[in-house]
């Protein structure tokens, strides 16, 4: 089993910066895909950036040229850096991670509120 503890994120002003982390209770070098997902209210869970094993990325089309995702192997974390934020980023952002011959592991989310 893997636990995933998101940490970052809170109240943000629209054009603003925050990162998003989320370490892993082992190694994720062998996870074939770690990521962030997101969920506003009323609104369904939807992918914000995956990357996988093999350094491919991909992005939402809503966030590209906005956030980066990227991993550190040796703090079995992956993280959102999240830049010129809108208020409708606001969402519970949730870290993903897919390893082969498991089911999908997801964190407990944590809230990103865009507001002034």
């Known amino acids: 089993q893997v636990q995933l503890v998101e940490s970052g994120g809170g109240l943000v002003q629209p054009g603003g910066s925050t990162r998003l982390s989320c370490a892993a209770s082992?190694?994720?070098?062998?996870?074939?895909?770690m990521g962030w997902y997101r969920q506003a209210p009323g609104k369904q869970r939807e992918l914000v950036a995956t990357l996988t094993r093999g350094s491919r990325i991909k992005y939402a089309d809503s966030v590209k040229g906005r956030f980066t995702i990227s991993r550190d192997n040796v703090k079995n974390t992956v993280y959102l850096q999240m830049n010129s934020l809108k208020p409708e980023d606001t969402a519970v952002y949730y870290c993903?991670?897919?390893?082969?011959?498991?089911?999908?592991?997801w964190g407990q989310g944590t809230q990103v509120t865009v507001a002034s």
């Open positions: 993903y991670a897919k390893v082969l011959g498991e089911v999908d592991h």
């Open positions: 082992r190694s994720i070098v062998s996870f074939d895909v």
